[in-house]
Nanobody, 117 residues
């Protein structure tokens, strides 16, 4: 059974920091591209950051320079370190796994981040 379980969300003041973590089980983690998405109330889901199997990263323009995605293939985890948080970062953040040479994709249940002004 595949599971992606996020943790680390919460309420933080603008300018603060949070670290989200996603623990994966039931998959061969190192062959999956991992990503974080977010969805704010009333808005479409957007891609926040991705990290390839080799560790290459990409970020949405709105978070570049403030967020850092990382992965630990030994622990089957992918983290999102968020600095200088803004109220517009308020959203539910979800972990996503995509098999590099296969059709399998998986989503976590999401963790809520609220940034107060």
């Amino acid at each position: 059974q595949v599971q992606l379980v996020e943790s680390g969300g919460g309420l933080v003041q603008a300018g603060g920091s949070l670290r989200l973590s996603c623990a994966a089980s039931g998959i061969v983690f190192h062959i999956y591209t991992m990503a974080w998405y977010r969805q704010a109330p009333g808005k479409q889901r957007e891609l926040v950051a991705t990290i390839s199997t080799s560790g290459a990263t990409n970020y949405a323009g709105s978070v570049k320079g403030r967020f850092t995605i990382s992965r630990d293939n030994a622990k089957n985890t992918v983290d999102l370190q968020m600095y200088s948080l803004k109220p517009e970062d308020t959203a539910t953040y979800s972990c996503y796994a995509s098999e590099v040479r296969g059709p399998s994709v998986y989503w976590g249940q999401g963790t809520r981040v609220t940034v107060s002004s």
